[in-house]
């Protein structure tokens, strides 16, 4: 998977849970790429609100 495939997908991530209600958000390494911090990470940390997942 490049790099842009696996952002894409954090990101789709983060979009679907939103349409959904649930506050979500990237961190951590991926949130630093995004920001220009960083050069580039395969993982990503999400926070999102427990009581509004499935």
Do not use: N
């Amino acid at each position: 998977m490049t790099y842009a495939e696996l952002e894409s997908f954090y990101h789709d991530l983060v979009r679907r849970a939103r349409e959904r209600d649930i506050t979500c958000a990237i961190t951590s390494g991926m949130a630093c790429v995004h920001y220009g911090v960083a050069q580039t990470t395969k993982d990503c940390d999400l926070l999102c609100d427990p009581e509004l997942a499935e």
